[in-house]
């Protein structure tokens, strides 16, 4: 059990605002502590949530009379959580002689199902119902094959020293912010990797490097992101641009999306009854970075040869990740409505907890929401050889684009020249400074300087540290 001071009136206020909905629930007072434990039950079943104790039905903040007693009272009763869940209680003066109490448990997705007094419920939008007997069984029936997936294994050998602290202190912020992880978590990256079961016992799992490993290579090859980009229809035409990387699941993430943005022409056109000139992709970001979240995420990481590539062609954009869909889930399923079933429940857990995807099965719908309301054609999906290829449609030839379009050579000479001014303007201009005016990250500042003294464009005089660049006109 954990208590808090982070909870404040200000945050129940702002909670109250968002109304009941499928993570928060209003009780007006531990009177109803059994069916507020039963919701906590249905939230530790999906993806968290809090009751707060001392608001009535309509928001209205009460507070309730409160003693050690009452605080005994829950804790007591969240001893009656099967498997043992944690809870975070925490007592917030809404006036004087009454407390809002609020009780807030992380989603237990690793573990589900679980019960409360021997009875599974579960969260459906506002509501809290008895969870049906045949998803109970098939959850029970899941978790018992969860305990030999790859991603759970203990990481032989690896450390804290071979994660990224910063990576994991952003993970911590980002949940706390969505509300997906108690405010009282410590900022000791050990107890945070506790906290998202990436760590039992003392030893980190597979997971945990893969989400935040280091120094992958030689052990993890399959920590491997290829991004290219080829001039025709076909990966035997000319390319562009070319770049293989080794690196964690959240900056495969970012990296593959800079790419992305990098190497997709810019259209413009002029919306009807406008006078202002709108910019933007062929194909819209939101559904690109969807579809790559999707394909970090559930990939299989246990083959050594595995990898996630972006392919972008003159008519299309390819992302293609190692591994099979669930034997629940197939290619037509994920144009509709569809459940999930993570392949990597404790890397699609540290995902969810930022806030990054949600953990319903809704992200291929989005993609669908998001390409129609772009105008874009919706994508396709098909396994091959061992592979996921989802294929989004585009017309990326030169000269085949609305009036104004680039292409993705003039759109990569763009932010070389924004770079190249940069540097003549200021010779000791820093990469955090160039990564702050250009947009792009520290890789890919490192990428496009090494491209420019490799073309003549630069050059470095002096060390790293303390020396200047010098633009060659």
Known sequence: MTKSAAMDMDRVSSLVQQGEGQELEFKRSTGELKEGMQSLCGFLNGPGGTVLFGIRPDGK??????????LREIAQAADRFEPPAHVAIQKVKASPGRDVIAVTVESGL?????????????RVSSTTRRMPQAKYERLLLDRGRSKMRWENQPADGVTLKDLDRAEILRTRELAIQQNRISPGTSRDIGEILDRLNLRVNGTLTQAALM?????????YPQCLLKMGRFRGTRVTGDIVDNRQEHMNAFAMVREGMEFLRRTMPLGARFPKGEIFREDRYPVPLEALREILLNAVMHRD??????????AVFDDRIEVISYGRLPNAVSVKS???EHQSHPVNPLIAGAFHRTGAVEIWGRGTNRVLDYCKQHGAAPPTFKERQGFVIVTLRAD???????????TVESAVENTVEKIFHLIRSNPRVSQKEIASQTGLSRRGVEWNLSKMKKDGRIKRVGPDRGGRWEAME
């Open 110 to 122: 690793d573990q589900r199902p679980f019960v409360f007094d021997g009875h599974p419920f579960e």
């Open 211 to 219: 989400l935040y490993g280091k120094n992958l290579l030689p052990d």
């Open 301 to 310: 990481y246990s083959n050594p040869s595995g990898y996630v590539a972006i």
């Open 61 to 70: 903040i009460e507070g309730q009379e409160t003693s050690d007693h009452t």
């Open 334 to 336: 994920l144009s509709g």
């Open 396 to 406: 990326f030839a030169p000269g085949s684009a609305e009036d104004g379009e680039k």
